[in-house]
């Protein structure tokens, strides 16, 4: 297929925007008259060092990060937070207690990881209905003397995405941001960690950007690698070893773009509104039903289903032969999935509600 005639829907690794992927292509042989690659170049180089402050600066000015914060380009991806946030936050092994939020299989497996620490108390599930909403703020059980608590802010194999940001008094906010960082503004000082694996809305797959407040970091576990402590990252400019170059590279040609869609702001608009589309489709078919429940329902990852597990199977190969890629569910709830991320074009997203209708209208 040619890449006009495809609609990536993909959860991730998702849709890059075609402008960032033809610039990147352009400088492929030869970045900025350095005669090579940026993944040729050294590290330690000033034309690299230049690439590295720029896409950092892009990123705290596009997020409005405070000076309390530190912007940190790590590896491993948004899993390893999974393991890095106790290993830093807990105090000694065994000793500390933090509280979860689970809404879906990316918080449960940080909160099982949390366990290996120290004491996990699970604040909130929303199991008891199959992930389809988002608990509210009087349903989350927390415990003042907890050491943070952990939630994940979109759930990207649901289709659910928390509309408020927890209260949760002096304790710190850890938040597994990976599929709708960059949707909308956030209001950093709000949280001491945001963490995101880059593939879903910033730069290809290896980078996780973690946006950590500085008084957080230097009190890890006497057993924590060198390689998952924050406070050595913050010391070295997330430069201790070799950073992803490339990916680094890629996300400040993300961010070039996300400026020219109006910032964060102006991608919060074009989102809710591709968003909409499918939705309001959705609530009027005979056919087709969102899985989320609907104060609930995720900008970025819209779930559905027909009720039927042959008739979802046909609708996914329909879709797949007219260029709609990557439309299935995730495997753990089956349906479909549109992953609308901020570089897939709306008209995407009105072609796929096309074959939907085309579909209903040869199905009912
Ligand atoms: C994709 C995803 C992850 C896992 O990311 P990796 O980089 O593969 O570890 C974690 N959390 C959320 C919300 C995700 O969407």
């Not at 790590?74 to 899993?79: C, D, F, H, I």
Request: overall charge negative; aromatic content about 10%.
């Amino acid at each position: 297929m040619k890449r006009e005639e495809v609609f990536n829907f993909s959860a991730g690794p998702s849709v890059l925007p075609v402008e960032v992927l033809e610039t990147a292509g352009k400088e492929i042989l030869n970045y900025g008259g350095s005669g090579m690659s940026v993944m040729e170049m050294s590290h330690r180089s000033k034309v690299f060092q230049e690439i590295f402050d720029s896409t950092k600066a892009k990123l705290k000015a596009a997020l409005s990060v405070p000076d309390t914060h530190e912007v940190l380009f790590l590896q491993g991806g948004a899993s390893l937070q999974f393991s890095m946030i106790p290993m830093n936050l807990m105090g000694e092994l065994g000793t500390g207690k933090a509280d979860y939020a689970v809404t879906g299989n990316f918080s449960s497996t940080a909160a099982k990881e949390g366990k290996k620490y120290g004491t996990v108390n699970i604040a909130a599930s929303s199991e008891d209905r199959g992930h389809t909403y988002i608990p509210a703020q009087q349903e989350l059980k927390l415990d003042p003397d907890a050491k943070y608590f952990y939630y994940c802010a979109n759930n990207t194999i649901y289709g659910t995405e928390w509309k408020y940001v927890p209260e949760t008094g002096s304790v710190p906010i850890c938040c597994d941001m990976s599929s709708n960082i960059l949707s909308m503004p956030i209001d950093i000082s709000k949280y001491g960690i945001i963490f995101a694996g880059a593939q879903k809305n910033m730069a290809p797959a290896g980078l996780t950007v973690v946006i950590i407040d500085k008084s957080l970091a230097g009190h890890e576990m006497s057993c924590t690698p060198l390689m998952m402590s924050y406070q050595r990252m913050i010391d070295k400019d997330s430069m201790f070893n070799t950073p992803p170059c490339w990916n680094i590279y890629i996300l400040g040609l993300v961010l070039d773009w996300l400026e020219k869609q109006g910032g964060v702001a102006g991608m919060q608009k074009i989102k809710h509104e591709k968003a909409q589309l499918l939705y309001d489709y959705l609530d009027n078919s005979k056919l087709f039903k969102a899985c989320a429940e609907k104060e609930a329902r995720s900008d970025m990852n819209v779930t559905f289903r027909t009720g039927s597990d042959e008739m979802d199977a046909e609708f996914c190969k329909g879709a797949s032969a007219r260029g709609f890629t990557n439309v299935k569910g995730h495997r753990a709830v089956g349906g479909m999935r549109a992953s609308i991320y901020n570089a897939q074009p709306i008209e995407g997203v009105r072609a796929l509600v096309d074959y939907m209708k085309e579909f209903e209208v040869a199905h009912v």
